[in-house]
């Protein structure tokens, strides 16, 4: 299942930001923090095991990361088996992308879309930026709030928030907010680069809307844009870009091959 911040270690991890200095952390500090979350986090989860599907996901994953130039962190990329559309960025390159999302998803220009996004959190360093900031306010406690909204979205943000109190919402939140529209638009810049066509990111939006996803929560108290805000800023992205004609939407029928695969492993009825 998706953890949570009931999980006293994973909300102490989340907490130790706090104590890591003065300044914004540093990558061998973020590194380190990464690679606790990584090892933490497999208590709570359960990762879909499945050689080609894993395969799949790296190969991809990898394709995104080699054309984004020099990367701070090296990139472990893991599938979670749970049906929610989600997918996370722990600090130093761990992503993790749950089996909600290849189900979900129409075609594979939507998975890298999704994992590009992720990636970009860890490329611009939004972890190690929002505890500096938030640092400066001297609103310590809202310090977990921040990054769990970082790392995870409005569900882990909103469950953080038994560390402290609500006060600063708007203020965190707005800035959560811009760290998911540059994220968005490194995903847009990426994509292409990797080959594969930033119309998935436009398309999977769509699908968050379809099923609820973003579009209902007030903007102000979201700690992402809602989506049909996003969606309108990627497209106007994508027509200022001049992209090859040739990137991928779909992969020859690959994509739907790992679709029958996790649905064999878990039992998912075809939409």
Known sequence: ???????????????????????????DQERALGDEFSREIRREITFFR??????????????IVDSAGAQPFPYSFYVIEDPEINAFAAPAGHIYINTGILLNA???????????????????RHVAQNYNRRRNTGIAHQAAVLVTGILAGGN??????????LGAMSYLNTFTR??????????????????????????????????????NVPAFLSSHPTTDERIESVRQMIAAANLPRDLLRNDGGRFEIIQHRVRMRTGTAPR
């Open 1 to 27: 299942m998706w953890p949570t911040c009931s999980s006293p270690r994973i909300g102490a991890l989340l907490a130790a930001l706090l104590l890591l200095g003065c300044g914004t952390i540093s990558i």
């Open 50 to 63: 499945d050689e080609m599907v894993e395969s799949y996901v790296e190969q991809i994953g990898r394709a």
């Open 106 to 124: 129409r075609n594979v220009s939507e998975v890298a879309g999704v994992m590009a996004h992720e990636v970009g959190h860890v490329a611009m």
């Open 156 to 165: 882990w943000a909103g469950a953080a928030n038994v560390l402290g109190g």
């Open 178 to 215: 811009d760290a998911e529209r540059e994220a968005d638009a490194f995903a847009v810049e990426v994509l292409p680069k990797a080959g594969f066509h930033p119309n998935g990111l436009v398309t999977f939006f769509s699908t968050l809307k379809n099923q609820g996803g973003g579009g």
